[in-house]
């Protein structure tokens, strides 16, 4: 075996010396194949051999027929477990089958979830219902909480954006209708889309993000810590205790919220007209009364609960959804955000229609 | 060095000089606020054991691991490592040792959004870029299946694997750099007896082929008479004493007696 030391001129015969170990897999597996078979593999100059160096060896054997000698007692050793450890593993993840199968996948998901959404909405109207024949099941003190994280503590938040919202409208507003010198009529365009569309409308997404997300991320929380289990064990339904309050929070300060967007709207309108268009403020008020028509905030207030209820609804859904582990919450709750603002731009849509086909243009 | 006394002097933590120790603490101190966790804690590994680290409830078992590797910095003391100074070492430096071991965190610790193949892969791409292809995933195979793992496992995602197979790929993590030194923390709890039990065999298994040293911190007494050569006792805010369980249980010290002649305690040393 000492003899097996000094390196080979044969060059058929690999014979690496002092370290095979894993800092020199590259050199060692490109000088491999450089030597050209019928190989032998010359071990007696290795000091010291672990894992990586055993396979590299193991798969020149395994795929080239390759001769080892002068293997130590341990090397053989380490070779043997090697060997023995070579089964084909799966080392990536079952694959996709196409794009066509994708888009399958992808349609049934998006009818899955829609459908598993419909049953929550049945499931949390059941839960009203108990809730209003057993009174006595109502929690009162959750949902005036709701109250309080839902609506008051987004005032502050929704009336920036709002008056910021006026602002912007009425600037730009008034940028076109000056080519036609009719600017005057800025305020009809600030105080109409501001209490019909976007006073309930920006309301409603600002809520999905701050409330339909905090709505996920708590529900699925508390799936995940097995609260909502043991919620069932003790007999206490979890859509009476945490669906119904939610629901109802967003179904009662929707409305109040988009009415505070719209007013506030109104002011940062007023306050650009006043400050840019030299419009005095009496004016603009009494413009406002004259050209905002009654209906346009029926219209405005019929459609803020039914956007809470759908933010509500979508964020509570999606917090039951989660299973398993702690990644499912952030994207549940993603899911959930992007789903009830979807759902409230397709509403918003429908109700367009509803109100101009009834005569509430 | 300045002599200590300790309690138990036949069971010192501190090793003969010229052992030469694969680590070595000293006088290690931990304090979080007015928290004392280890106070003056001298301890020796030997290379090639199994060292189970055993203590109370608080006792900083996962401090000291944490100090040890560097993931917690101590308040004072030495440690060294593979004949190296862990504390204050620049990053880069510190990073060419930390490669030298494999550490087993409580749960698995596996990166969720990669598969359990791509979770072995990562150290080994870290270090060594040049290892692609093939053969990067053959090492993973092996890895896997050395670990204990079933051959469809590489493929699959930490989120589909059951509380076992989850440390299983954390260990085949752990193992991808062929560390010397192998660091788990209560690698045996949350399994079912079947489980630990296989799972100390695995240890015990690797440990004698892969000549590996291992650092195991556990409540489980039964792993504790199974597989540990050593086992270093916290309390105190140090290690009042390593050696055999026999030996260790002929020293009077309450929490050694009630800990290892408790029932559980003499359930295990029957099994």
Redesign the interface.
């Known amino acids: 075996m000492a003899s097996a030391a000094v390196p080979q001129t044969d060059e058929h015969v690999f014979a690496p010396t002092g370290a095979l170990?894993?800092?020199r897999?590259?050199s060692t597996?490109r000088e491999l194949e450089a030597t050209p078979d019928p190989l032998t593999i010359d071990l007696a100059g290795v000091e010291r051999i672990?894992?990586?160096g055993a396979?590299?060896i193991h798969?020149t054997v395994r795929d080239r027929g390759a001769q080892v000698t002068g293997a130590s007692r341990d090397t053989q050793?380490?070779l043997e477990?090697?060997a023995e450890?070579?089964?084909?593993?799966?080392?990536?993840?079952?694959k996709s089958s196409g794009a066509v199968a994708e888009l399958g996948i992808a349609a049934i998901t998006i009818g899955r979830t829609f459908a598993g959404l419909i049953g929550f909405f049945g499931a949390s109207l059941i839960g009203f219902a108990s809730v209003i024949t057993h009174p006595k099941r109502f929690r009162f003190n959750a949902v005036v909480q709701q109250f309080d994280v839902v609506g008051v503590r987004a005032l502050w938040i929704i009336g920036v954006m709002s008056f910021l919202i006026g602002v912007v409208v009425g600037q730009q507003g008034a940028v076109q209708l000056q080519q036609f010198g009719a600017e005057v009529y800025t305020i009809n365009l600030i105080g109409r889309i501001t209490v019909r569309e976007l006073g309930p409308l920006m309301t409603a997404i600002m809520v999905a993000g701050r409330s339909g997300s905090a709505f996920a991320a708590q529900i699925g929380t508390m799936k995940i810590t097995e609260e909502v289990d043991a919620m069932r064990t003790i007999g206490v339904s979890p859509v009476e205790a945490l669906v119904v309050p939610r629901v109802l929070a967003a179904i009662i300060t929707m409305p109040l919220l988009a009415f505070w967007a719209m007013l506030t709207a109104i002011i940062g309108g007023g306050v650009f007209c006043w400050l840019g268009l030299g419009i005095p403020v009496v004016t603009y008020v009494q413009r406002i009364a004259e050209v905002v028509p009654a209906s346009d905030l029926w219209v405005g207030l019929i459609k803020a609960p039914v956007f809470g209820f759908i933010i509500a609804l979508a964020g509570c859904f999606q917090g039951m959804l989660v299973a398993?582990?702690a990644?499912q919450v952030g994207l549940k709750t993603t899911s959930a955000v992007v789903q009830s603002i979807f759902l409230v731009i397709v509403l918003d849509a429908v109700f367009a229609v509803f109100f101009s086909s009834i005569g509430w243009l | 060095m300045s002599e200590r006394r300790y309690p138990f002097p036949d069971s010192s933590p501190i090793l003969p000089d010229d052992e030469h120790p694969i680590i070595r603490v000293r006088n290690l101190e931990n304090r979080f606020g007015d928290q004392i966790v280890h106070e003056h804690l001298d301890l020796d590994v030997r290379r090639g054991e199994i060292i189970g680290v055993v203590g109370g409830s608080g006792t900083g078992k996962s401090v000291l691991m944490r100090s040890i590797i560097g993931l917690q910095k101590p308040t004072a003391g030495e440690i060294e490592v593979l004949g190296e100074n862990m504390v204050d070492r620049p990053e880069d430096e510190a990073k060419n040792i930390r490669r030298r071991w494999g550490i087993l965190f409580q749960n698995g610790a596996l990166f969720?959004?990669l598969?359990v193949?791509e979770n072995v892969q990562v150290p080994?791409r870290e270090y060594?870029p040049?290892?692609k292809g093939d053969?990067l995933?053959?090492?993973?195979?092996?890895?896997?299946?050395?670990s204990g793992l079933p051959?469809?496992?590489?493929?699959?995602?930490?989120?589909e694997l059951s509380g076992g197979m989850r440390k299983r790929a954390g260990l085949a993590r752990a193992l991808a750099?062929?560390p010397e030194l192998l660091f788990l923390d209560e690698p045996t709890a949350g399994l079912d007896p079947i489980g630990a039990q296989a799972f100390d065999l695995l240890i015990r298994g690797l440990q004698q082929?892969?000549d590996l040293t291992v650092f195991l911190i556990t409540h489980d007494l039964d792993s504790l008479y199974a597989i540990c050569d050593r086992v270093a006792v916290l309390a105190d805010h140090e290690v009042i004493a390593v050696d055999t369980i026999d030996r260790l249980l002929q020293l009077d010290h309450p929490w050694i007696q009630e800990y290892f002649n408790g029932p559980r305690g003499r359930a295990a040393a029957a099994a």
């Open positions: 170990t894993i800092a897999a590259g597996q672990d894992t990586v396979w590299l798969r050793k380490l477990q090697v450890a070579d089964r084909a593993v799966e080392v990536k993840p079952p398993n582990d990644e | 969720s959004t598969t193949a080994i060594f040049f290892i053969l995933d053959e090492i993973a195979s092996y890895k896997i299946v050395m051959e469809n496992a590489g493929g699959k995602y930490p989120a750099l062929d082929r892969l």
